[in-house]
């Protein structure tokens, strides 16, 4: 069992920033990815970045790629969603996801809303 917990979400003005962690908890001790998807309404949920655990390999949707920086923290099981220059479009529920020993796990996910 692997429970992941968001926290950092917020309202900001168009061009700030916010800071989204999302630690694991439970058997975490063979993850080998954490990352975030985030979901608008009306939309699909959609990927933004993730991180390969082992490798430190980090990947990014194009729509985030210069503005977004994914990193971890191993000895806390915890990933980081840096989000700057922000836009009212990134307004989403942001969800971290992690997967474990082959399965998916998901957060509650964070709003995270971005005003002009």
């Known amino acids: 069992q692997v429970q992941l917990v968001e926290s950092g979400g917020g309202s900001v003005q168009a061009g700030g920033s916010l800071r989204l962690s999302c630690a694991a908890s439970?058997?975490?001790?063979?993850?080998?990815?954490m990352g975030w998807y985030r979901q608008a309404p009306g939309k699909e949920r959609e990927f933004v970045a993730s991180f390969g655990w082992s490798g430190g390999s980090t990947y990014y949707a194009d729509s985030v790629k210069d503005r977004f920086t994914i990193s971890r923290d191993n000895t806390k099981n915890t990933v980081y969603l840096q989000l700057n220059s922000l836009k009212p479009e990134d307004t989403a529920i942001y969800y971290c996801n992690g997967v474990v020993r082959g399965l998916d796990y998901w957060g509650q996910g964070t709003q995270v809303t971005v005003s002009s």
């Open positions: 439970g058997r975490t001790f063979s993850i080998y990815s």
